[in-house]
């Protein structure tokens, strides 16, 4: 099946520090959500994303749709702690989703 | 509380049984979906439903099989021919295209 590049693959930052992630693929989606997962636990829908260029914040977290529909960014600005999880972006695909691999992101005090 | 729920979090299971995962959701939604995910991994999909007694065939089909005969449940069977079935199953639902999660049921079989 298909999947998206997510990267990077993990990241190690001090508290306080932004972050930044983003998601490529070879398709046209016509929607890019962002999803966060802690340990064994569902994925939480952190921002959804409808249109090209459209920039869209949620808290301290903002996400944008690329331009040319082909991929999608996600930051963080002054990372805390309970930032710690696995972030998931995701295209839609006809009637489904597609996954990123995921960015595994780990905050130290 | 509108949510997803899964049922149980934790299941063990021997060799050569079906077991069978319960997924509930009171949010309405025409969309349920199983996904797969396996340790360090991203998510799979398994089957997914659009309408009562109306299912598909996702990427990884093959050893599972579902039901969708209310609106608000659609169970998943992991039967004996699936031959990895130990790992972490996700039921979502969706509107429009925003999925929600449920909590997951880890699954192990030995």
């Known amino acids: 099946g298909q999947q998206l590049n997510q990267s990077p693959q993990s990241m190690f930052i001090q508290e306080g520090e932004d972050v930044s992630m983003n998601c490529t693929s070879s398709?046209?989606?016509?929607?890019w959500l962002w999803y966060k997962q802690d340990p064994g636990e569902g994925p939480v829908l952190l921002i959804a994303l409808y249109k090209a260029g459209e920039l869209t914040s949620n808290g301290r977290l903002t996400a944008q749709f690329g331009i040319t529909r082909k991929d999608s960014f996600l930051n963080i600005s002054a990372s805390i702690p309970s930032d710690v999880g696995i972030y998931f972006c995701?295209?839609?695909?006809?009637?489904?989703?597609?996954f990123g691999t995921g960015t595994r992101l780990q905050v130290f005090p | 509380d509108g949510g997803i729920t899964q049922s149980p979090k934790y299941l063990f299971r021997k060799e050569g049984q079906n077991v069978t995962l319960s997924c509930e959701q009171n949010?309405?939604?025409?969309?349920m979906y199983w996904y797969r995910q396996d340790p360090g991994q991203g998510l799979r999909l398994i089957y997914y439903s659009q309408i009562v007694n109306d299912f598909q065939k996702g990427d990884i089909a093959e050893g599972y099989s579902v039901s969708r005969e209310k609106k608000e449940s659609f169970p998943l069977t992991v039967t004996s021919a699936q031959k990895n079935p130990t790992a972490f199953y996700l039921c979502a639902s969706s509107h429009r295209y925003e999925q929600y999660f449920g909590p997951g049921t880890r699954l192990t079989v030995t």
């Open positions: 398709s046209i989606f016509n929607t």
């Open positions: 949010l309405n939604h025409d969309a």
């Open positions: 995701a295209g839609q695909f006809t009637d489904k989703l597609i």
